[in-house]
């Protein structure tokens, strides 16, 4: 029978009266209620009920714990193996918590068999106290008191263990959290081929399950199941077969899935089959893949599988800016080239001679009528020799230009060298204050150099590049003291993105206003961004 102070400090709790419902608790706890001394602790964890110092609420989370294992409680001592969770430190903690999690579970706690497996499976370096048989042996009892997630995380572990029964043994598990709806497994048995490729499979006769099971879904029409199949055969080490792998990319892209159709379009363009690669990504351009219009520009822009157009060119790329760094880099070029182009009017003698006499800006312009106009026989050679020789002699765009060509241009093979080289022209170009290389160099140093990578994102933010202004919130937000100061800034560059009409930033701000991160609650606000957000995108962002 529950202690009547509890009954009613649990009612104050539920409407958020915390300063009574502590009252009632401590009350019960004094008449020894254990579950009285649990809400205490959870309280004090959560800094509730008392202004105190964040010290004394932690030496009162510790006294309420204490006491309540003292009174025989299972969930005290599940409570407790959680909070010491929080900063392991030693080999003798790591112990101690995960015999808490034991004693919770032979108490009865049921919920305590599947953490201690959890706990015991990501040991995090430390020697772990159930071994292999055990952990399977403890997410089987979990399994047997209805926890779900068990089921699941049973069958990721057996998968990850890689043994001559391993997919069979995950795929057992995993029909059996379907069975009963369990979210993720849904999911992941939507992507059970990107989900396999991800572990050392030696089961053969589960790979053989697996494929048969996706052969009877893809039978009925299933576009996943196809591409899931594709995945398999080209990735899998025991089941690799790029004819395959095609024949199936190719089933799922004819029936519309999105990402089909860019895999086999850059398979088609791997084997130069230009025209069947240009339909295929227009395809899935059109289904709003950023990837297939950066390659459509690509291909629009050399004239492979389609009449060369560098202003449709221009719009793919443009297209595709908010998702693909590479896109950027020909988007600024093409967007100087085709209003130099629009007034060109034949200027070629005048600005061969005046590149003869030494004019740099004429020489960068030859390069640019020579890679793109149409007045003339298209010469890349002489066209990035032109360009060279501006770098070389100052000229700020064309050291950009040639960044560009060298940095996984299509115009270059991609090397380290290479890049190194385009650095060194991007580098040239910031430092006479170039918005476009320097955005390029916030690239460039984003898995070098944390620091120089925000320097120069910060400097394309404030300058107006969108993408920037997310990179830059980015790195206020992860990667500095998370202190208040950095979060104004994280929020203030996310608000510039969001204004500039960048999805991430968008939805940044929105969660942001809803749930008061980074910025002071505004439900009026977050409801106005979202509206934004939906008009420019047409849906609804995930998880909002």
Request: proline share 0%; hydrophobic share 35%; glycine share 6%.
């Amino acid at each position: 029978m529950k202690n009547l102070s509890y009954e009613k400090g649990m009612n104050f709790y539920d409407k958020k009266d915390y300063v009574n419902a502590y009252k009632c608790f401590e009350e019960a706890a004094s008449n020894n209620s254990a579950e009285a001394c649990i809400e205490l602790a959870k309280m004090h964890f959560e800094c509730l009920g008392k202004n105190i110092s964040y010290d004394e609420h932690d030496t009162l989370n510790d006294f309420y714990i204490n006491k309540a294992i003292s009174l025989g409680s299972a969930e005290a001592h599940y409570l407790l193996a959680f909070y010491l969770m929080d900063d392991i430190q030693s080999q003798e903690e790591f112990n101690t918590i995960s015999e808490h999690f034991k004693v919770a579970a032979a108490k009865g706690y049921s919920h305590a068999y599947y953490e201690l497996a959890e706990f015991n499976k990501d040991s995090n370096g430390f020697v772990a106290t159930l071994d292999k048989d055990e952990i399977i042996e403890t997410y089987k009892i979990a399994i047997k008191h209805n926890e779900v997630d068990a089921m699941h995380a049973l069958a990721y572990y057996l998968l990850s263990l890689g043994n001559n029964n391993s997919v069979r043994e995950y795929f057992k598990y995993l029909q059996m959290a379907i069975n009963i709806n369990h979210e993720e497994a849904l999911s992941d048995i939507n992507g059970i081929g990107q989900i396999l490729i991800g572990y050392r499979n030696t089961d053969l006769k589960g790979l053989n399950k697996i494929i048969e099971f996706l052969l009877d879904k893809a039978e009925n029409g299933d576009s996943e199941a196809f591409y899931q199949l594709s995945i398999l055969y080209d990735h899998e080490d025991n089941l690799r077969d790029e004819i395959k792998s095609m024949k199936y990319a190719k089933l799922a892209a004819d029936l519309g899935h999105e990402t089909a159709q860019y895999t086999f379009a850059f398979y088609s363009e791997f084997l130069k089959e230009y025209s069947q690669a240009f339909n295929y990504y227009l395809l899935a351009a059109n289904q709003g893949n950023t990837d297939a219009t950066y390659h459509l520009g690509l291909l629009y822009k050399l004239g492979l599988g389609t009449d060369q157009d560098f202003n449709k060119a221009f719009q793919c790329f443009k297209n595709s800016l908010l998702h693909q760094r590479q896109a950027y880099l020909e988007y600024a070029v093409l967007d100087e080239v085709l209003e130099f182009l629009n007034n060109f009017n034949n200027q070629k003698k005048a600005l061969e001679k005046k590149a003869n006499l030494g004019d740099i800006d004429s020489l960068y312009k030859l390069g640019i009528i020579y890679e793109y106009s149409k007045d003339v026989t298209q010469d890349l050679n002489y066209a990035f020799d032109c360009y060279v020789e501006a770098a070389d002699k100052g000229h700020t765009v064309a050291q950009y230009r040639v960044g560009v060509w060298y940095d996984e241009s299509t115009n270059m093979d991609w090397s380290l060298e290479n890049e190194e080289i385009g650095k060194k022209f991007f580098t040239l170009s910031a430092l006479k204050g170039y918005i476009h290389a320097e955005y390029a160099l916030g690239w460039y140093y984003h898995r070098k150099d944390k620091e120089l990578s925000h320097h120069y994102f910060k400097i394309a933010a404030d300058k107006g590049i969108a993408v920037a202004c997310r990179m830059t919130a980015v790195g206020f937000e992860r990667y500095y003291d998370d202190t208040k100061e950095n979060q104004e800034k994280a929020f203030h560059y996310y608000l510039i993105g969001a204004n500039l009409n960048e999805g991430s930033c968008l939805i940044n701000v929105i969660r942001s206003y809803k749930q008061g991160h980074l910025v002071k609650e505004n439900l009026k606000e977050s409801e106005r961004y979202l509206r934004k957000y939906i008009n420019l995108f047409k849906e609804h962002p995930y998880g909002i």
